[in-house]
């Protein structure tokens, strides 16, 4: 044998016996550990989740010994985090045993048959019965069954800075009562006072979800009834004036210059920016925003504000042109969920069972900022004293939408990104947008489609 | 030829090994580009033919991702790297010591550095508030917001900022094996600086030459990282390449189906570019 041809040889053999070896260190099948995946925020000073986790962890450790729990934390955007949590749920050999899942997303995962119904768990669980019925019904799939446990939720409305908007003339308990007045409100800022932005929307394709639900749904949500899906005739809605309407908002505020600059906008990060410098340094007047904000301006926050709760104002999100009831606001929130193919449910179970105690469930609404969505987290004075405005965002629940619980929808919310990115960056007007948007759907829901 | 069985007996190991780890999961791919999959949003994968591929070429966001590949690739490998790296290679020769050896050691550096880290190097260093346009306020020349303004020059930049070394040190090679004598024979003859480059230098590299084009083509054609970290293929569409499109629709918007699909077409035009090389490097002098 010629010794070039050894080189392949010991190369494959070496190859082999690497792969071989690889096979085995599969992690799936340890009965004592739980793995539990979740999303890290991307802002390395967010560690809210990261620390309320570390503490059920070492409670649960204590109460039951020799079991372990895994933490697996993914630090991304929420769109790469799906994802990734996706690709770890394909397999039996990656898939965690309890999984952090977007309410819009996950009737799409179930759909896929990523996760495992809880319903006979659930029955045997006293604590169920706390969870008010709409929280009930964000993780229940079509076919009846629940598959995630909700651990709170939100609303969104407009957050402003009380003092730029006194600088521009207007008042400091400002309540705009439709979309024009909003866009003279942010006219009269950039005339008054230069230097600051004056009105944030989110937008665009890398803010992902954040943008559709925050930026454009509420805009759109203001537009009518029903305006993206109808749930009577189990159609998504085309051609509609509405959703014309709200990418022409988004575009007047980009292209007027009433928000960020556009290249600021796109950004990935831009969600954290608006929370951790533009509202805190007085960079920004009016934001279209959750109503979590408040977590990143405590002791524990990324940026500490002590004076927020007197520096900002906050507004209900008006409909476009008054119409009743006047106020709009979206909720989402998310769930835990024990995925099909996790290796050791019985014991994921337990673990979720000890996040929702009574107090942990408590401890972490008020940590992560989250409207609660059971009645004796509702009640409790710790919560109720948690955040300013945690009232006026409770009060918000009332007028709120969630969106199409459908498995197609957050296909449906990335094409809205698309058609609101464009409009941002000026590449297409409002109608063109539109009407690449009806395109899409057309494919993605199948010609289950109906125009408006 | 007879065949003997026992010859092939030490090649059973590495064919084995190719047939499960390359054909396999090649094959697999294909296999996925002909149906629906998904990656959420629906449990049953069936077969659906060419659907994949025909609604890839009615989509104006493949169109668009093929030709920013193409000015992409055009752009950054074949003008960029491989001028860049013949130059450097040929100027290096005449350098003195040091010079080389810095100007090597650079140049390898951006070569060594893993995609990720360059390119978040190079987005410090477009983006709006970054090295370069500090450096042009400083010379007062105006600024520019270049990954959002001219999106597809900033990430071809980043690639010929980061894969010129390969170019260079193949010519290096090349050019160390032109004999003297005949570039001296051709200065005795009178032949200037740029006519021996053209009647000498050149035809004698011509194979190395190829041989840069194809890998350099075929590694361009796939740069995804250095994209995705330093613009997303935004804004809009306006940098997303082939890889970029793949992406987003395989896993952002969930159809593997269709996102393969565009891998195998992906595949096609660096099997187009690579027979074009090939045919130039056979052409005999």
Redesign the interface.
């Known amino acids: 044998?010629r010794p070039t041809?050894l080189a392949?040889?010991i190369l494959?053999?070496a190859?082999?016996a690497g792969?071989l070896a690889a096979c085995d260190s599969g992690s799936g099948g340890d009965r004592d550990t739980v793995k539990v995946a979740y999303n890290r925020s991307t802002d390395n000073k967010v560690r809210f989740k990261d620390d309320f986790l570390e503490s059920v962890k070492r409670q649960f450790e204590q109460d039951h010994p020799g079991k372990k729990i895994k933490l697996v934390p993914i630090q991304a955007p929420d769109?790469d985090y799906?994802?990734k949590a996706?690709?770890m749920m394909r397999s039996a050999k990656t898939a965690p045993d309890l999984v952090y899942e977007d309410t819009f997303?996950i009737n799409?995962?179930i759909?896929?048959?990523?996760l495992s119904p809880l319903d006979d768990r659930l029955a045997s669980w006293d604590s169920w019965s706390r969870f008010v019925p709409t929280a009930k019904a964000a993780a229940r799939a079509e076919d009846g069954k629940t598959y995630g446990v909700p651990d709170g939720t939100d609303t969104r409305g407009l957050w402003f800075n009380k003092q730029i908007l006194t600088r521009a003339g207007l008042p400091a308990d400002w309540q705009p009562r439709n979309w024009a007045d909003i866009l003279t409100a942010a006219r009269t800022i950039k005339a008054k006072v230069p230097g600051v932005i004056p009105l944030n929307v989110l937008t665009?394709?890398?803010v992902g979800e954040a943008a559709v639900m925050q930026g454009f749904e509420m805009l759109l949500y203001g537009t009518g009834e029903n305006p993206l899906y109808d749930p009577a005739a189990k159609k998504w809605i085309t051609g509609s004036q509405g959703f014309q309407d709200a990418l022409a908002f988004v575009r007047t505020v980009y292209g007027e210059k009433l928000g960020p600059?556009?290249?600021d906008a796109?950004d990935?990060n831009v969600n954290t920016r608006v929370a951790t410098e533009w509202l805190p340094e007085g960079k920004l007047a009016i934001a279209l925003d959750g109503s979590w904000l408040g977590q990143f301006w405590g002791p524990r926050g990324a940026k500490e504000w002590p004076q927020w709760p007197t520096a900002l104002g906050r507004a209900a999100m008006p409909t476009q042109d008054s119409r009743a009831p006047g106020r709009v606001s979206l909720s989402g929130g998310w769930t835990w969920a024990i995925p099909r193919k996790a290796g050791n449910p019985e014991l994921a179970w337990e673990f979720l069972k000890a996040m929702q105690t009574p107090a942990n469930a408590v401890r972490w609404d008020v940590a992560d900022a989250q409207i609660a969505v059971r009645d004796d987290v509702a009640k409790d004075p710790a919560y109720l004293k948690s955040m300013p405005g945690i009232d006026f965002f409770t009060g918000l629940v009332q007028y709120t939408h969630y969106r199409p619980a459908l498995?197609?929808y957050?296909?449906v919310s990335?094409a809205i990104g698309e058609a609101m990115?464009?409009v941002t960056?000026g590449?297409s007007s409002p109608r063109q947008a539109a009407r690449s948007y009806d395109e899409q759907l057309r494919t993605i829901a199948e010609g289950a489609v109906a125009a408006r | 030829m007879r065949a003997r069985p026992v010859r092939w007996l030490p090649l059973a190991p590495a064919t084995l090994l190719l047939l499960l780890f390359l054909a396999g999961p090649i094959g697999y791919c294909v296999w996925i580009s002909f149906t629906d999959m998904q990656l959420t949003g629906s449990s049953g994968t069936s077969f659906v033919g060419f659907a994949n591929f025909r609604r890839a070429f009615a989509d104006p966001g493949f169109r668009n991702a093929v030709w920013l590949t193409v000015v992409f690739t055009v752009l950054s490998s074949i003008v960029g790297q491989n001028t860049l790296g013949l130059a450097l290679a040929a100027l290096m020769r005449r350098a003195s010591r040091p010079v080389r050896t810095l100007t090597g050691t650079l140049v390898i550096a951006a070569w060594v550095l893993p995609e990720i880290v360059a390119a978040f190097l190079l987005y410090a260093f477009f983006r709006r508030e970054g090295t370069l346009n500090a450096i042009l306020h400083w010379l007062h020349l105006p600024t520019q917001n270049w990954l959002f303004g001219l999106p597809v020059l900033a990430v071809s930049f980043a690639n010929v900022w980061r894969g010129t070394a390969f170019s260079m040190l193949i010519y290096s090679a090349a050019l160390a094996e032109i004999p003297q004598e005949i570039t001296e024979a051709a200065e005795v003859d009178g032949a200037s600086g740029p006519r021996r480059l053209w009647h000498i230098t050149l035809p004698m590299i011509r194979r190395s030459i190829g041989t840069n084009l194809m890998l350099n083509t075929l590694q361009t054609l796939s740069v995804f990282g250095l994209i995705w970290a330093m613009t997303r293929g935004g804004p809009g569409r306006r940098s997303q390449t082939l890889p970029v499109f793949m992406y987003d629709q395989a896993f952002l918007k969930s159809l593997l189906g269709y996102g393969t699909a565009v891998a195998l077409l992906l595949l096609l035009v660096g099997a187009l570019f690579s027979v074009v090389y090939l045919r130039l490097m056979r052409v005999e002098v």
């Open positions: 044998m041809a392949p040889l494959a053999t190859l082999t792969s769109n799906a994802t996706q690709q997303r799409s995962d759909k896929a048959g990523y665009g394709k890398a600059d556009v290249s796109l990935p498995p197609v957050p296909q990335s990115e464009a960056t590449d």
